[in-house]
Nanobody, 123 residues
Framework: QLQLRESGGGLVQPGGSLRLSCVVS????????IGWFRQAPGKESEAVSC????????TYADSVKGRFTVSRDNTKGTAWLQMNSLKPEDTAVYYC????????????????WGQGTQVTVSS
């Protein structure tokens, strides 16, 4: 059973940066795409980014392109979401999730989810 745990959230001023981590344990993540999602109060969940198992394919939501960067190191069982130039509208609970044999293209149902980490952007 794959388990994911996010960390790195917190309070940051507009224009600041945070780096979220997603540690994968239980099974090797070498065949799993990792997705990052966020949900703000009263809003629907938004898919933020996806990185394929090898890192060859990466996608971003238009709302974060140019500001967020996703990466992973399968030897460490960890994925990261580097968030720069943060805006108040980036405030949300951020989740990472995994799904096997997915190349970040087309609809999919993610199989495993972390518990989420809160990101608050405010002055």
């Amino acid at each position: 059973q794959l388990q994911l745990r996010e960390s790195g959230g917190g309070l940051v001023q507009p224009g600041g940066s945070l780096r979220l981590s997603c540690v994968v344990s239980g099974l090797t993540p070498d065949y799993d795409a990792i997705g990052w999602f966020r949900q703000a109060p009263g809003k629907e969940s938004e898919a933020v980014s996806c990185i394929s198992a090898t890192g060859a394919t990466i996608t971003y939501a238009d709302s974060v392109k140019g500001r967020f960067t996703v990466s992973r190191d399968n030897t460490k069982g960890t994925a990261w979401l580097q968030m720069n130039s943060l805006k108040p509208e980036d405030t949300a609970v951020y989740y990472c999730a995994s799904v096997r044999y997915y190349y970040c293209s087309g609809p999919v149902t993610y199989e495993h989810w972390g518990q989420g980490t809160q990101v608050t952007v405010s002055s």
